[in-house]
């Protein structure tokens, strides 16, 4: 009977209805053991009668096997992976070792998104995943996924799990013992006998948790539920349970409690596995009845499961050592028999207890298709374990930095960190040593500092130098990179020091070259014709490498040519997208949302900034996810959202990272100035230019130099502004970019006496405008300037140029500046057709079905379901005042 559940099952009872209307929902149950997150799944469960339940309960030692869970999951639909795309259907046979190949986490994540759809165009789907604590990585990974995607799909996604399980953000629901009146109503339900003292004591004790009330009422003996003999001593809730379950399992037969011990050890949930390790240990079949028939083990079908997991734990923790390690003996022997060599090899690692060669070479060599299969955190888990059983400390040392990449791949930078140290500890070759020091370079650039990882990647070049010319390279440009990021751009000229030698002939020779750039080095001696930048574009896009793609974005975004960039940066998208390599695709992101800023493309802007940060919460990178914020609040700065702005700024400058603190202080400088407040944009501004400040970093002194000089000269602090100027000017001279040409001619029109800055105004405007914010802002101070030196006809047409403009871009604060000063000089705003504005995803979505699209190709794209990519195509359509997909070509978007 339910008692004390009332509002839990609410909770449940809403998310099935909402799955049932077409929107999902996902639901993390969280509670200790015994608590009843099993029966409050069953309690929903029994009203889901119009739905496909998908359920499966992890087991603890299936923790390590990639995708177990997930393969349990999605079995009873796997009919439907032949309507997958050909690449998602063979992720997810490849994922199941159904298939040779290479699973893509991501790519794997998104056809489960995608199977889980086709299932529901039938009737709505429940998945519920049960004990997810000891789900392995992999599937809790993709699960999580699917948990954040979850839209406009008829699904439910339930996981029950204890407290430690990550929920990262989604809707949870904890799950506590019953309170004193309905933990009273089950004992006297289940045990009338109990007196009122015992079970005050019982639910002291327990906490009100449930199982522990009954399973611990249970063992109670007449006399102990009377109150005529005392309970037994209190012990913690843990091994009272335990205990509970072993007395339990206690009063088996000898050659039944070794057949149970293998169940609890098998990871298959197999009976025909379980029968054949049995037969070794010379058990017959018939000892597991007396196992059911005490309401231990259920048989069902082909499977063995027990009533409880707390069961399986108890018998497993209780049994002797010797003898669980015959008993894992004894499963890898019936495994291998089998053909299933991967479980078997890793249950003969369970068996070893000291150094075992054979075992860690094998648990080495099935690392490689393990991590083809996309179980890198199980590949992690694997080799580690491998290490622990090898006796040269050589081999050991191998063992654990390949368990660190692994890892770090499966974006558990933390782990990834741990490993390292304990590699770092032991006797190593040169190739080893390499390896460690490179990854030691990249999970500091990504979550700790970029200074240590410019140390790093420069030793790791050393390093590598004379066996791996390509290494060598590419660890050169990841100190550039790393440099850049910590502001020490000095450091990346002695970085590329002599690289030239080692990239010559190597398709790393052009990248090395572009990487100079980052120091401020003359793009026009690398390239800065369009022809060259194309030509560029297409050797380093020809190279197998996909963390150079995004050097041609890179080249082309900083020789001035911001259409180019946009384009080179989408390439490169396309390509990580197809892919699945969201790992790689976050470092592209902060550069192309840099280009959709700059070319006035902001909601694109913020739906690549927006996914990208999502993208590095699932990959660890905080450092990435950092950058990404700041550029939000650039965004929420130009478009006038003061605590939005300031919000990501303190999320970014928290981080520390010279780049990143410098970005989000201009975004701070530039909403100051979008309010007036010239003040604080001086004094945001002036953190930048000061010479020691750890927001002082080079490219942005260059690129906020004319908001400086503006926020100096609305102050009346000439002598700054002048001091700032002298910088810049030496520098814009001679770079050939455009628009710092046009900051320049804005800059001297600013600071030029009164009477004087006409033509420099008029210089500014006159380049290319590639940067509508740049060219509006430009029109606003020439149209101020014309109103106050009394040529208002003049003045109006600037000013309405800048309104429009501004307007558009959203930039909202600034508009209305714009709005004011051409009334005052007598002028009115155009009327203009209010159009309802698209939410980031919404514009990527409508941007790319414009193009030709299939929902199908969208969704693969954009890591979305196609349902979902439907159900925001049918809000799009309204919004646009549409009502047919091929209208979307004739729509402006973005």
Not at 312 to 320: D, L, T
Not at 416 to 424: F, S
Not at 613 to 628: K, P, S
Request: charged share 25%.
């Amino acid at each position: 009977m339910w008692h004390g559940r009332d509002e839990e099952h609410r909770v449940l009872a809403d998310t099935l209805a909402s799955a049932r209307t077409g929107r999902g929902r996902v639901l993390i149950i969280h509670g200790a053991a015994g608590v009843g997150k099993t029966t409050l799944l069953d309690h929903a469960l029994a009203h889901a009668d119009d739905m496909t339940v998908l359920r499966g309960a992890a087991v603890e030692s299936e923790v390590e096997l990639p995708y177990a869970g997930l393969e349990l999951l999605l079995r009873p639909i796997f009919g439907l992976l032949d309507e997958l795309p050909r690449v998602q259907a063979g992720a997810l046979r490849t994922a199941f070792g159904y298939a040779e190949g290479t699973a893509e986490r991501f790519v794997v994540a998104v056809a489960t998104l995608a199977l889980l759809a086709l299932a529901a165009q039938q009737r709505p789907v429940v998945v519920v995943a049960d004990d997810a604590h000891w789900l392995d990585q992999a599937t809790v990974d993709t699960l999580l996924f699917v948990g954040r995607r979850l839209r406009a799909e008829p699904v439910a996604l339930l996981i029950a799990a204890r407290e430690t399980f990550p929920g990262h953000g989604l809707p949870e629901l904890g799950l506590g013992g019953l309170d004193p009146v309905a933990s009273d109503r089950l004992l006297t339900e289940r045990f009338g006998e109990l007196s009122a003292r015992v079970r005050e004591q019982l639910i002291t004790d327990t906490g009100g948790n449930p199982l522990a009330l009954v399973e611990l009422a249970g063992q109670l003996s007449v006399a102990q539920r009377r109150g005529t003999e005392p309970l037994p001593d209190h012990i913690p809730l843990g091994k009272r349970l335990l205990r509970a379950y072993t007395e339990r399992a206690d009063q088996l037969p000898a050659t039944t409690r070794l057949a149970v011990l293998v169940v609890a050890a098998d990871d298959t949930g197999g009976l025909d596995t379980v029968l054949a390790a049995a037969r070794r240990l010379g058990v017959s079949p018939t000892a597991l009845t007396a196992a059911e028939q005490a309401d231990i083990i259920a048989v069902d079908g082909m499977t063995l499961r027990f009533r409880h997991p707390l069961i399986r734990s108890a018998v497993y923790q209780h049994a002797p050592f010797a003898e669980r390690m015959t008993v894992h003996r004894a499963l890898a022997d019936a495994l291998a028999e089998a053909g299933r060599a991967d479980h078997a090899v890793w249950h003969r690692a369970l068996a070893s207890v000291g150094p075992d060669e054979p075992t860690a070479a094998a648990l080495e060599d099935m690392a490689s298709p393990m991590l083809r299969r996309g179980g890198a955190i199980a590949v992690s888990t694997a080799l580690h374990r491998a290490a622990m059983l090898s006796g040269d400390p050589v081999d050991r040392a191998r063992r654990l930095t390949r368990s660190a990449w692994a890892a770090w791949q499966a974006g558990h930078p933390d782990r990834a960190r741990g490993l390292v140290e304990q590699a770092d500890e032991l006797p190593a070759d040169q190739d080893t040593r390499t390896e460690l020091t490179c990854l030691r370079a990249y999970v500091d650039l990504e979550t700790g500092s970029p200074s240590a990882a410019c140390v790093q990647a420069l030793h790791a070049a050393r390093l590598a130098a004379t066996n791996d010319p390509g290494r060598a390279v590419r660890m050169v440009l990841t100190a550039t990179v790393a440099a850049y990021h910590a502001g020490d751009v000095a450091r990346i000229s002695s970085a590329l020091a002599g690289v030239s030698d080692l990239a010559h002939g190597t398709p790393y020779e052009l990248a090395a070259r572009c990487a100079s750039i980052l120091s401020g080095g003359d793009v026009t001696g690398v390239c800065a014709t369009p022809d060259e930048l194309r030509i560029t574009a297409e050797t380093l896009f020809a190279v197998d490498d996909p963390h150079v793609w995004s050097w041609p974005l890179l080249l082309a975004l900083f020789a001035g040519n911001d259409i180019l960039a946009h384009r080179f940066g989408h390439q490169a998208a396309g390509r990580l997208r197809s892919a699945g390599m969201a790992g790689i695709l976050t470092g592209l992101a902060p550069l192309l949302s840099t280009v959709e800023y700059h070319i006035g493309r902001w909601t694109d802007a913020a739906a690549l900034a927006s996914e990208g940060v999502a993208l590095c919460r699932e990959t660890g990178q905080v450092n990435r996810a950092a950058d990404l914020r700041a550029y939000l609040a650039l965004i929420a700065a130009g478009t006038g959202d003061a605590d939005e702005c300031r919000r990501l700024a303190d999320d970014a400058l928290a981080r520390g990272i010279a780049v990143t603190a410098a970005l989000a202080v201009w975004a701070r400088g530039l909403l100051a100035l979008s309010l007036g407040d010239a003040d604080e944009a001086y004094h945001e501004f002036a953190r930048i230019f000061a010479p020691t400040s750890r927001y002082a970093h080079p490219y942005y002194r260059r690129t906020t130099a004319v908001d400086f000089i503006e926020a100096c000269v609305r102050n009346d602090r000439r002598a700054q502004a002048e001091a700032v100027f002298a910088g810049f000017e030496a520098w814009a001279d001679t770079a050939g970019v455009s628009w710092a040409r046009h900051h320049l001619y804005r800059c001297r029109a600013l600071l030029a006496p009164d009477e004087e800055a006409e033509p420099h105004f008029r210089d500014a405007l006159a380049e290319r405008d590639d940067r509508p914010f740049d060219h509006a802002r430009t029109s606003l101070l020439f149209g101020e300037w014309l109103r106050r030196n009394r040529r208002r006809t003049e003045a109006r047409s600037h000013l309405r140029t800048a309104h429009e403009i501004l307007d558009g871009l959203g930039a909202t604060r600034w508009a209305t500046t714009a709005r004011t000063q051409l009334r005052a000089a007598g002028g009115q705003t155009r009327r203009t057709t209010p159009t309802a504005r698209l939410t980031p995803q919404e514009l990527q979505i409508a941007q790319l079905a414009a193009t030709g699209m299939s929902n199908r190709e969208i969704a693969t794209q954009l890591f979305l379901s196609p349902r979902t990519v439907g159900y925001h195509l049918g809000k799009i359509f309204p919004k646009l005042g549409i009502t047919a997909r091929g209208q979307l070509r004739d729509v402006p978007l973005g």
